[in-house]
């Protein structure tokens, strides 16, 4: 279930300048914009019918079938979009991938059986004929019967949103945030019903419920006020970043230390949403990345004080919760207690990456120390560092741009990029990522160099790599 949630965020985020182009459209010139312009608005149909359902499913296409199930999955949505009474975003992100399985399975299963010099000929016209059988029975079939069905759905969602249910969603979505989970929510799940609802009404409440900076926002206040002088400095970066950055990946470190939290957050979440329903509020579209400014500017005018109120409100709620369960005593015993369990859970990460180091590098231990050896490849130099996230997006760019400056100013030319977890580049020397999503690295990309942070707001973990980034260079240039 996780995987095929990360597939819808993966297709979602590919084609997220377009949901964000219609939300501008319609914050403009829409019928809660500022400059109503009924002409500008016929654009709005035509992309949400036609134009993003193809996308979707060209996307959705490409990650399972390669180049050519993308082709073949926006064939068949097109069929699927004439025939459809509704807009079917959802349709597009389920039939895409599904095309681009049947084009893949055929693909392969011919790949032995072609004889040679018939190749393209042969798999060309296949699956145009995948295509076109596919398609037909999209455009005869599947249309109304998926017309329906999300008819029937979107009736569904109205009455969730308008029924006392609707706060409470805080209880699943707060906590698996802070378990990372946050994209696959956001993007596999509200923004595909949040596309819908806003087609039909201008606005949802979907894009809100997730994106909320309030609960973060107040946890880390709380953390800023219970923490000693030192610490300070920190918790104010990760507050700038998470609730003016839009980087939520920020605070969940801080609600993992303290389990009891997660109790925080979902009031805060529970909170908000309550004064958004209340207030009947919702943006023109998702606002990427979750910041208070992007918030602010996906909001139909009528509707900014409502969502200001509703994040100040789930803000407050979160930090005196937070403030409360923190307690009285300094935090310094429990950042100390903390560190040590990370330190653990690196190290035991890390046990197979340093059994293979020591089998592939033949050097004695007493010339290289053992963190060293980490970021060392027996046969190249490091000249390609990736940053990966689930959504390749917030944390991994902040992470990526950081490394960036401090390797400039140690005058070491690597470059660094960053990405999603379903998108990482075979020919990367080092692969870094937060130490939650070590293991799923490890996974998606085996036998790479990989280098985990405990938090991507900590200086001296930067510091860190960029030495033994200096030192892998000085090694392999003395070999």
Partial sequence: MRKFGQLLSAIIYQNIAVIIAVGVIHELFGIYGYFYNDRILLL?????????????????????????????????????????????I?????????????????ERQLKDRIP?????????????????????ICFLYVGQTLSAGIKFINSMVQSVIYSGWLPLTAVIIEPAKVFFFNNVINYGVLTPLGIQQAKELGKSIF????????????????????AVRGKRKSIKLSIAIQSLGGIHEIYFPYVLQNWKLLFAVIGGGISGNLVFQKFNVGLVSIPSPGSIVTLIGMSP?????????GIFISAIVSFL?????????????????FETQMATINTLQNIDHFSKVKHTIEI????????????????????????????????????AAMLRKKL????????????????????????????????????????KIYYSLQSFTNFQEYDQVVEKLKAAEKFTNNK
């Fill in 44 to 88: 709005v149909n035509p992309i949400y019918e036609t134009l993003l359902p193809i996308l979707l499913a060209y996307s959705g296409g490409r990650l399972i079938g390669g180049g050519r199930g993308a082709v073949v999955a926006a064939l068949v949505v097109y069929g699927l979009t004439l025939a459809s009474s509704v807009p079917i």
């Fill in 301 to 309: 005018r009528a509707d900014i004080p409502g969502i200001i109120i």
């Fill in 321 to 337: 919760l937070s403030y409360a369960i923190l307690g009285r005593s300094s935090l310094s015993s429990i950042d100390q207690e």
């Fill in 364 to 399: 004695k231990k007493s010339e290289l120390k053992i963190n060293e050896i980490e970021a060392i490849d027996s046969h190249k130099q490091i000249k390609r560092v990736l940053f990966v996230c689930e959504a390749g997006m917030g944390s991994s760019s902040m992470g």
């Fill in 90 to 106: 959802i349709g597009a992100m389920i039939i895409g991938p599904f095309t681009g399985f049947v084009v893949n399975r055929i």
């Fill in 116 to 136: 040679i010099g018939f190749e393209l000929l042969i798999s060309n016209v296949i699956t145009g004929i995948v295509g076109v059988f596919l398609t037909i």
């Fill in 408 to 447: 400039k100013l140690a005058s070491l030319e690597i470059d660094v990029n960053n990405t999603s977890l379903q998108d990482i580049d075979s020919n990367v020397d080092l692969i870094i990522c937060h130490q939650a999503f070590l293991k799923k690295v490890q996974e998606a990309a085996p036998g």
């Fill in 207 to 226: 894009f809100l419920l997730e994106s909320n900076p309030g609960p973060g926002f107040g946890v880390l206040l709380a953390y800023f006020f219970r």
